[in-house]
């Protein structure tokens, strides 16, 4: 259902900055469906990427066969990204808070965490520099708290909500930052009068309840709710025969 909803996100012709996992299985299937000209970018150099086979890390040699362009990481970051090219970014996070805000630095404090997580590597560069920037992830207070332990990669405002921090035009970022967050119950879009994550749209037999039992703020609802169509025959045929076949991410 994730991978479905996420691809559906994506338009025809657009130039995405994509990770390994869900975000990859949702870039592959919109270049098998409706979107066959979607330029892959990869943080480890492979632009352009027409993979026959699922990847397995950045570093994949199945990325560099038939792509477009064979770069360094630096070319990538400041030639690509920074320069204004990428349309989409894909992130996941250990937290995301009400603000869109994303962290995988750590949990607990900086100085002292109960666990270090991986760090940033081009997650901040894609939050703030990507036009738009969609979110991965699946539902649990733990990884949707108020506020997230540490923010490695900006979101809207400040951590926690409510108008607080600087905005992002204040700050110079040129990105629009995570406007959606695609989950396993449910579609979370930013309120552009609040900067807030708000609910948007809910999965076949999803309720909203389920959805605010999730998170760690008090999650408002758009005045009109979406229902997200299931995978189509055709959608689930190619995650499961042709995308995953070893079922590498579409475990369950």
């Not at 940033?120 to 036009?131: L, P, V």
């Not at 076949?204 to 609802?221: H, K, N």
């Amino acid at each position: 259902m994730m991978a479905s909803v996420a691809a559906r996100e994506l338009v025809d012709g657009e130039v995405v900055f994509v990770g390994i996992g869900l975000p990859n299985l949702a870039c592959n299937l919109a270049r098998a469906t409706h979107a066959p000209h979607l330029v892959l970018v990869y943080e480890s150099g492979a632009v352009g990427a027409a993979p026959v086979r699922l990847p397995v890390s950045i570093g994949d040699p199945a990325l560099v066969t038939g792509s477009l362009m064979v770069c360094g990481m630096a070319d990538v970051f400041q030639l690509i990204l920074q320069n204004g090219r990428i349309g989409v970014g894909f992130l996941g996070g250990a937290q995301i808070d009400r603000s869109g805000n994303i962290n995988t630095t750590v949990i607990g404090t900086y100085e002292r965490p109960t666990v270090r997580l991986p760090g940033s590597g081009g997650a901040a560069e894609i939050a703030i520099h990507a036009r738009r920037t969609l979110v991965v992830a699946k539902l649990s207070p733990r990884a949707f708290p108020e506020r997230v332990d540490f923010i490695t990669s900006p979101g809207h405002g400040g951590a926690g909500g409510g108008g607080g921090g600087a905005s992002r035009r204040q700050l110079g970022m040129p990105g629009a930052g995570p406007v959606k967050v695609i989950t396993d119950k449910a579609v979370l879009e930013v309120d552009e009068a609040t900067g807030e994550l708000v609910l948007a749209a809910l999965y076949p037999g999803v309720e909203a309840s389920d959805v605010r039992a999730r998170v760690g703020w008090p999650l408002q609802c758009r005045s009109r709710l979406g229902r997200v169509e299931p995978p189509t025959a055709t959608e689930l045929r190619l995650l499961r025969d042709v995308l995953d076949p070893e079922r590498r991410y579409l475990q369950g």
